[in-house]
């Protein structure tokens, strides 16, 4: 139970950082990994239509979407 209870609180601490730091930074200046332009690149490639700034659960579930 007490490496468990540790290990829940380093996690809670680096979801923190992380939540703090994607909060804080324009996401227009945020690289997380070295391969985020080509990780957006690929998903451009794949998804061209899909609206990343307001995610509409039922057109994600449509048979198009699928």
């Known amino acids: 139970p ?19 730091l994607i909060s804080s930074v324009d996401p227009k200046f945020l690289n997380l990994t070295k391969v985020d332009d080509r990780i957006y690149e690929e998903f451009r490639r794949t998804f061209q239509d899909l609206r990343i700034d307001v995610l509409d659960p ?3 579930k449509s048979e198009p979407a699928k």
């Open 2 to 20: 007490r490496v468990e209870l540790a290990w829940a609180m380093r996690a809670h601490q680096h979801a923190q950082v992380y939540f703090n």
């Open 58 to 60: 039922e057109e994600l």
